[in-house]
């Protein structure tokens, strides 16, 4: 871990730290005026999370590996 961040190493193409740190949070899901499905409207708490800037399929990630 950096400064409370977990350390990133790799990305799409070889050579590239191309990841960015997505803060956790809490924030209010669903609905109560739409789908019976979606309700009742409640709080999330989500984990911060690491993902890349930009991009990145399957096949990206699969060529690079050659």
Partial sequence: MVNGRPS???SCDA????????PGGTF????DEFYV????VHEVAV?????FRRL???????LSSY
């Fill in 28 to 31: 209010r899901m669903g609905s």
């Fill in 37 to 40: 499905e979606e309700r009742p």
């Fill in 8 to 10: 990133i190493s790799g």
């Fill in 47 to 51: 984990n911060g999370f690491v993902r």
């Fill in 56 to 62: 990145c399929s399957k096949r990206s990630l699969y």
């Fill in 15 to 22: 050579g590239h730290a191309d990841m960015v740190w997505i």
